[in-house]
């Protein structure tokens, strides 16, 4: 079964930086390309950023560009999320899922506020 356990969530101040790690176990991580979501309060959830299998090619939605990086380590089945210059408009629950998706995790809650 998979499980995805997303962590390192908080409350930052604008201009501030996380890092979110997402452990996976029951899938096989290496080649399962990956995603990052995020959904605000009262909005849709939303794909942040994606990478591939062995992290070559990364996407990422306009708004978080030049400011959050994803990558991943397949040797630790972890996936991360590097968030740098955070805005308030980052305040979400933060959710990581392979692509096709499989079953949510709880998610991580990043607050952005002064």
């Known amino acids: 079964q998979v499980q995805l356990v997303e962590s390192g969530g908080g409350l930052v101040q604008p201009g501030g930086s996380l890092r979110l790690s997402c452990a996976a176990s029951g899938i096989i991580f290496s080649p399962s390309r990956m995603g990052w979501y995020r959904q605000a309060p009262g909005k849709d959830r939303e794909l942040v950023a994606t990478?591939?299998?062995?992290?070559?090619?990364?996407n990422y939605v306009d708004s978080v560009k030049g400011r959050f990086t994803i990558s991943r380590d397949n040797a630790k089945n972890t996936l991360y999320l590097q968030m740098n210059t955070l805005k308030p408009e980052d305040t979400a629950v933060y959710y990581c899922n392979t692509i096709p998706n499989n079953g949510w995790g709880k998610g991580t809650l990043v607050t952005v506020s002064s």
């Open positions: 990478i591939s299998g062995g992290g070559s090619i990364r």
